[in-house]
Every structure is written in structure tokens, then in C-alpha cells.
């Protein structure tokens, strides 16, 4: 057996990390192994990266010097996202996260658009109801955990070695090399 999935196996994290007792209404659960998981914001977020891939492909199926039609979209939206990382970011250091966030903000703007326009309630499911997945607060605290981890994967690949020097320093152990 990996010691990895021993440890785990010795940590029941149900009993370690409280959890809300109260739900409201009904929903969908699979259990996947020893997960449980949220059948109606998996749904509809698959429906919503399968709509942002369906657009994808259509955009460079065919792709033309002069844009139009879905490609003109996309790449509206694809300008609109490396500015918005440009001035945010700066110029030098933009280009490797307009990815990044081009991906969060397209799938935010679609799944908030398809909780606006999709009538979701009109698919009946086994328990509960479809609506958006950015209508979960999972999926929101999900997606605020990606956004702080790049946040600090950034911090510390830019100044790293002057923010761990800079701690070290502090410490009494370090005083003499300090004068």
C-alpha cells in the first residue's frame, strides 16, 4: 500500500473539518470513490465548457485574414481579455497569464449568461434543479482558490529570493549578518 493513501486512509476528514449540517432543497449527488459530488453544478458547467470549446473550434475551423462571424467574437473577446491583462499585469509580464484569465473570465461571463438566459428549470432531473454553475457557491470558492494560487505562484516567482532573504533576515539567528 503508498504511504500516501495510508495517511490518508488514517485522516477521516469528515470528523476533522466541520461542515454546514443544513442544506436547502433537494439535489443531486454522485459518489465518485469517496467523493460526493454535486450533480447539477457538473452538469451545467460541463454544458458551459462544451458550449466555450463548440465556440472555440467554430472560431478557428476557418480561419480568415479578415475575421467575421463567430472567429470576429472570439477574437473581439480575446483582445478585450489581453488588454484587460496588460493593464492590469503590465506590458513586460502579461502575455503568459492571458491565458489564465482569458479562461476564468470566459467561463464566468458564460456560465452567468446561461443562468440568465438558459431556462434551466425546464429539464427536470431526479432531485433538484439545473441553474448556473457560477449560482453554486462552490464553484465560486473554487474559483477564488485558482485566483489566489496564481496570485501567489506569481508573487513568489518574481521575488522570491528577496522576500525569503527579507524574512530571514528578521530572524534573531540572522542579527549579526545584519550590521
Known amino acids: 500500500m503508498h504511504f500516501g493513501s495510508l495517511l490518508l486512509n488514517s485522516f477521516d476528514l469528515h470528523n476533522l473539518l466541520p461542515t454546514a449540517k443544513i442544506e436547502v432543497g433537494n439535489h443531486l449527488y454522485w ?8 450533480g447539477q453544478v457538473f452538469i451545467t458547467s460541463w454544458i458551459v465548457i462544451g458550449l466555450l470549446l463548440i465556440a ?10 479578415i475575421p ?6 472570439m477574437e473581439y473577446a480575446l ?4 488588454d484587460l491583462t496588460k493593464n492590469q499585469i503590465g506590458e513586460k509580464e502579461y502575455r503568459g497569464w492571458v491565458p489564465f484569465v482569458g479562461t476564468l473570465f470566459l ?8 443562468g440568465a438566459l438558459v431556462p434551466w428549470k425546464l429539464i427536470h432531473m431526479p432531485e433538484g434543479e439545473l441553474a448556473a454553475p457560477t449560482n ?10 485558482l485566483v489566489s494560487l496564481a496570485y501567489f505562484y506569481a508573487g513568489f516567482k518574481k521575488k522570491v529570493w528577496a522576500t525569503l532573504l527579507n ?12 550590521f
Open 136 to 145: 453554486d457557491i462552490n464553484t465560486t470558492v473554487a474559483l477564488a482558490l
Open 79 to 82: 483582445e478585450f481579455v489581453r
Open 31 to 38: 459518489q465518485l470513490g469517496g467523493l460526493k459530488i454535486h
Open 68 to 73: 467575421s462571424g463567430i472567429q470576429n467574437l
Open 107 to 114: 467561463f464566468i461571463f458564460v456560465s452567468n449568461w446561461s
Open 167 to 178: 524574512t530571514l533576515s528578521q530572524l534573531p539567528f540572522f542579527y549579526p549578518s545584519r
Open 56 to 65: 472555440s473550434f467554430a472560431a478557428t475551423r476557418n480561419v480568415q485574414r
